[in-house]
């Protein structure tokens, strides 16, 4: 199993400012997914991301509002950039198990309100 | 595409009953189906998967999931419910071709009562 770790667990922060997220993993993983689950609803994929390569979008999400770095095979950071109410929710890394993509863990999430 | 629906946004069983949670897939290929478990203020935990190697799957915590692909259905159950059940369950879906990552569905919270 896959240990991933996140950074910060929690903020409060001002509209119009921007978060950087960070997920760390304990093992190298190709693919790192990050999701959003708002209040009350389910999780929703935001971006997939690929060392060396840049990220993939789900529809509904772009690059301007949610910049993703992967620079190496344990690490990435998502940034919610020009915050607004809307934007508050948990934010969720996962990777998926080595050499399989029948599992995938999930890091403790952060959970992000903005006022 | 794939998707899941999951029936019922809350539910409330009594201590020691058996607890039922419905889920229901769509996908064009055979799926992969997941069940995870959501406790307060806690990230995710799978609690089991369905990847074609037998039916009748066998979780942690005593849960369990039928995979019945004439009903599209991978309902979770557990035969006698425990307080510390309750938590937000979700029903995910993967399929072997296309995206890697996982289609959820809305949740189910599970309520407990003594």
């Known amino acids: 199993s896959a240990v991933i770790s996140q950074k910060p667990s929690r903020d409060i922060c001002q509209r119009g400012t921007s978060l950087t997220i960070q997920c760390q993993v304990d093992?190298?993983?190709?693919?790192m997914f990050w999701y959003r689950q708002q209040p009350g609803q389910s999780l929703t994929l935001i971006a997939t991301?690929?060392?060396?390569?840049?990220?993939?979008?789900e529809s509904g999400f772009v690059i301007d509002k949610f910049p993703i770095s992967r620079p190496n095979l344990t690490f990435s950071t998502l940034t919610v950039s020009n915050m607004s109410p809307e934007d508050s929710s948990i934010y969720l890394c996962?990777?998926?198990?080595?050499?399989?993509?029948?599992?995938?863990?999930f890091g403790p999430g952060t959970r992000l309100t903005v006022l | 595409a794939q998707s899941v629906t999951q029936l019922g946004s809350h539910v409330s069983v009594s201590e020691g009953a058996l607890v039922l949670l419905r889920c229901n897939y769509s996908?064009?290929?055979?799926?992969?189906l997941f069940w995870y478990v959501q406790y307060p203020n806690q990230g995710l935990q799978l609690l089991l998967k369905?990847?074609?190697?037998?039916?009748l799957v066998k979780g942690i915590n005593g849960f369990e999931a039928e995979f019945k692909k004439s009903e599209t259905s991978f309902h979770l159950t557990k035969p006698s419910a425990h307080m510390s059940d309750a938590a937000e369950y979700f029903c995910?879906?993967?399929?072997?071709?296309?995206?890697?990552?996982?289609?959820f569905g809305s949740g189910t919270r599970l309520q407990v009562q003594p």
């Open positions: 991301a690929n060392q060396g390569s840049e990220a993939t979008y």
């Open positions: 995910a879906v993967r399929t072997d071709t296309g995206r890697r990552a996982l289609t």
């Open positions: 996908s064009s290929v055979p799926p992969y």
């Open positions: 093992s190298q993983v190709t693919m």
């Open positions: 996962s990777v998926p198990t080595s050499g399989s993509y029948n599992e995938q863990f």
């Open positions: 369905y990847t074609s190697a037998a039916t």
